[in-house]
């Protein structure tokens, strides 16, 4: 049942979202190491990119703090409470933390709408959802999640008729309609242009500012990690191999976290960046 | 890999005709073997096309005047088809679910559902009919409850692999969003696969009409029946018309079925 009677999306955060591993692995069954003995901590309202080559466990990191991967050992939690590995806690947990997916991952022949309002899935009854009977308070919330993206006009549109760029906003906009304490976006921008890439990572930052919801964002491009983290965290083989600030790191450390030489492959694109 | 692009295709490996020799002799020896089995003689069957020429003289002209009394049982043989196809439908919807592996909650249940539905496929639409006529008693009735299990069959073993197919990305969104078991195959599996679900339910449908048909002939009412009381009565010219009208009426009904499904892939 929804007791809550917010008509906006503004979250019951800005409390919470803080974050913290402690000696946490992750050893797939195939005996890959996903993530070997992190020990990261995370505050409500920061903003961090994850850096790291293919394969490094930036996805691995990400999926742990909403329990689609569990841990093998050690602890991950939340606002001082372990991350439960199924059942009704893991269920209470999601809805306090929402992703946003590289391929969008929206219903695409279901409205922008309906998409939104998959956030507010954990919130309604089970009969409300299954006749697709939302109240009022539910749409609105869904509404003020589609203005804070700039794309409410785009409401009853399927979304397989929108471009990838508003597609990314439908899913950005089902992550705000969960009112989450934090947001994981697992390379939200990989699939996008250079412009619509940088529009997407200026709303994320905006977002992250105007609502303080903790965010964690997987990129690839180098430039992308310097312009918009505040705090950047580099993963080799599952392994943090650097924690720094976005302003202060160098050349030589992202060599350090690829362990190779810094090609232009690692820049989306400098002239873009230099109108931007 | 290989950069340099120069990949060399293996050789393909030779074709094995023992085997195929082996597999063809077999094949030969099963079908005359069958043959004998069923007392198949040519003789016998060349005597019998001469006893079939004075019927269809018999059968000739079809006896128009029959037709209005058609209608009524030829909607009758309709409605048991639609209600068996929609009860089906309905019913076949959590067992495919149950029945794909991607999506059923746990391994015992998806053991269970997947057996019950491959009972429900073994057992023809025949042993429904008598089965539910001994409940009800023989009608459209029993008819329809026949097909609806014969359609939850057609149905849940062609839809449960289509949703064995879909692209997993999207219910692990629904999940991870706080969304709960049932929510997640409303709200991602079942959108995804929704266009094969619709397009089953045509051919079931279409199927079901055929059904219908000879169901009827063993007493579940509707245009097979008619067929029988006119058989039984040496009506020929009546049996050529009902013959032509369904062989119509069944064509245009596929047609329809047929021009949506397309439409909808
Ligand atoms: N489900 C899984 N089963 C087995 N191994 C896995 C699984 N998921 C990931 N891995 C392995 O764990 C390691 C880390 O994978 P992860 O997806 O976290 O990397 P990533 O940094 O996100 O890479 P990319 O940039 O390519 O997305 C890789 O070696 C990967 O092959
Ligand atoms: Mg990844």
């Given at each position: 049942?929804s007791d809550?009677s917010q008509?906006n999306?503004?979250p019951?955060?800005?409390?919470?979202g803080?974050?913290r591993f402690?000696k946490?692995?992750?050893?797939?069954?195939?005996g890959?190491v996903?993530?070997?003995?992190?020990?990261?901590?995370i505050?409500?309202?920061?903003f961090v990119?994850?850096?790291g080559?293919?394969?490094?466990?930036?996805?691995t990191?990400l999926r742990a703090?909403?329990?689609?991967n569990?841990?093998?050992?050690?602890t991950i939690?939340?606002d001082g409470?372990?991350v439960p590995?199924?059942g009704?806690g893991l269920?209470?947990?999601?809805k306090?933390?929402?992703?946003?997916f590289?391929d969008?991952?929206?219903?695409?022949r279901?409205?922008?709408?309906t998409?939104?309002l998959v956030g507010r899935?954990?919130?309604v009854?089970?009969?409300r959802?299954?006749l697709?009977?939302?109240p009022?308070?539910?749409?609105a919330i869904?509404?003020?999640?589609?203005?804070?993206?700039g794309i409410v006009e785009?409401?009853?549109v399927?979304a397989?008729d929108?471009s990838g760029?508003?597609?990314?906003?439908?899913?950005i906009?089902?992550a705000?309609?969960?009112?989450?304490?934090?947001i994981?976006?697992?390379e939200?921008?990989?699939?996008?242009?250079?412009v619509t890439t940088?529009?997407?990572m200026?709303?994320l930052?905006r977002?992250?500012?105007d609502?303080?919801?903790?965010?964690?964002?997987?990129?690839h491009?180098?430039d992308l990690?310097?312009?918009?983290g505040?705090r950047?965290?580099?993963?080799?083989f599952?392994?943090l191999?650097y924690?720094?600030?976005?302003?202060?790191?160098?050349?030589?450390d992202?060599?350090?976290?690829?362990g190779r030489?810094?090609t232009?492959?690692d820049?989306?694109?400098?002239e873009?960046?230099?109108?931007? | 890999?290989?950069?340099?692009?120069?990949t060399?295709?293996?050789?393909?490996?030779?074709?094995?005709?023992w085997l195929w020799a082996?597999v063809?002799?077999f094949l030969?020896?099963?079908?005359v073997w069958s043959?004998?089995?069923?007392?198949?003689s040519a003789?016998?069957l060349?005597?019998n096309?001469?006893?079939?020429?004075?019927l269809?003289?018999?059968?000739?002209?079809?006896?128009?005047?029959?037709?209005?009394?058609l209608i009524?049982p030829f909607?009758?043989?309709v409605y048991?088809?639609?209600?068996g196809?929609v009860?089906?439908?309905i019913l076949?919807i959590?067992?495919?679910?149950?029945?794909a592996?991607n999506?059923s909650?746990d391994?015992?249940?998806w053991?269970?559902?997947?057996n019950f539905?491959n009972i429900l496929?073994?057992?023809?639409?025949?042993?429904w009919?008598?089965l539910?006529a001994?409940a009800v008693g023989?009608?459209p009735v029993?008819?329809?409850?026949?097909l609806?299990?014969?359609?939850v069959?057609?149905i849940s073993?062609?839809?449960?692999?289509?949703l064995?197919?879909?692209?997993m990305g999207?219910p692990?969104?629904?999940?991870?969003?706080?969304?709960?078991?049932?929510?997640?195959?409303?709200f991602?599996?079942i959108p995804q696969?929704?266009q094969?679900?619709v397009?089953?339910?045509?051919?079931?449908f279409?199927?079901?009409?055929?059904a219908?048909l000879?169901?009827?002939l063993?007493?579940?009412?509707g245009?097979?029946?008619?067929?029988?009381t006119?058989?039984?009565n040496f009506?020929?010219e009546?049996?050529?018309l009902i013959?032509?009208?369904?062989?119509?009426a069944?064509l245009?009904?596929?047609?329809?079925s047929e021009?949506i499904?397309r439409?909808?892939?």
């Amino acid at each position: 049942m929804s007791d809550d009677s917010q008509q906006n999306a503004t979250p019951a955060s800005g409390q919470g979202g803080a974050i913290r591993f402690e000696k946490a692995n992750i050893v797939y069954p195939n005996g890959v190491v996903g993530m070997k003995d992190l020990d990261l901590e995370i505050k409500p309202g920061e903003f961090v990119v994850i850096v790291g080559s293919s394969g490094a466990g930036k996805s691995t990191l990400l999926r742990a703090v909403n329990g689609l991967n569990q841990l093998t050992s050690g602890t991950i939690s939340i606002d001082g409470r372990e991350v439960p590995k199924s059942g009704k806690g893991l269920r209470e947990l999601r809805k306090r933390v929402a992703m946003i997916f590289q391929d969008f991952r929206l219903v695409k022949r279901l409205s922008v709408m309906t998409n939104v309002l998959v956030g507010r899935l954990g919130h309604v009854s089970g009969l409300r959802s299954m006749l697709n009977w939302w109240p009022q308070s539910e749409k609105a919330i869904a509404i003020d999640a589609l203005e804070r993206v700039g794309i409410v006009e785009k409401a009853w549109v399927r979304a397989s008729d929108l471009s990838g760029g508003q597609q990314q906003r439908v899913g950005i906009a089902r992550a705000l309609a969960q009112q989450p304490a934090i947001i994981l976006a697992d390379e939200p921008v990989a699939s996008l242009d250079p412009v619509t890439t940088h529009q997407i990572m200026d709303d994320l930052v905006r977002i992250n500012r105007d609502l303080g919801i903790t965010t964690i964002v997987n990129l690839h491009f180098l430039d992308l990690a310097r312009e918009y983290g505040q705090r950047i965290i580099g993963l080799r083989f599952g392994e943090l191999v650097y924690d720094g600030d976005a302003k202060t790191v160098t050349d030589e450390d992202f060599r350090n976290i690829y362990g190779r030489e810094v090609t232009e492959d690692d820049v989306l694109d400098d002239e873009v960046v230099a109108e931007g | 890999m290989n950069a340099a692009g120069n990949t060399t295709l293996p050789t393909k490996p030779p074709r094995n005709w023992w085997l195929w020799a082996i597999v063809l002799g077999f094949l030969t020896a099963m079908t005359v073997w069958s043959g004998y089995g069923i007392g198949f003689s040519a003789n016998e069957l060349v005597c019998n096309i001469a006893g079939g020429s004075r019927l269809l003289e018999e059968s000739w002209p079809p006896d128009f005047s029959f037709l209005p009394r058609l209608i009524d049982p030829f909607m009758e043989t309709v409605y048991i088809a639609i209600v068996g196809t929609v009860v089906g439908g309905i019913l076949s919807i959590p067992v495919a679910v149950l029945a794909a592996r991607n999506l059923s909650p746990d391994k015992v249940t998806w053991f269970l559902d997947r057996n019950f539905m491959n009972i429900l496929r073994t057992l023809p639409d025949l042993f429904w009919a008598m089965l539910f006529a001994t409940a009800v008693g023989f009608g459209p009735v029993a008819g329809a409850l026949a097909l609806s299990v014969f359609t939850v069959a057609v149905i849940s073993k062609l839809w449960s692999e289509s949703l064995e197919s879909i692209d997993m990305g999207l219910p692990e969104a629904v999940r991870s969003a706080g969304g709960s078991w049932l929510q997640m195959i409303q709200f991602s599996a079942i959108p995804q696969a929704m266009q094969h679900y619709v397009s089953y339910a045509l051919y079931a449908f279409e199927l079901n009409i055929r059904a219908s048909l000879v169901l009827g002939l063993v007493g579940a009412g509707g245009i097979g029946m008619i067929l029988e009381t006119q058989r039984a009565n040496f009506e020929y010219e009546r049996v050529t018309l009902i013959i032509l009208a369904v062989l119509v009426a069944v064509l245009i009904i596929e047609q329809i079925s047929e021009t949506i499904r397309r439409r909808l892939t």
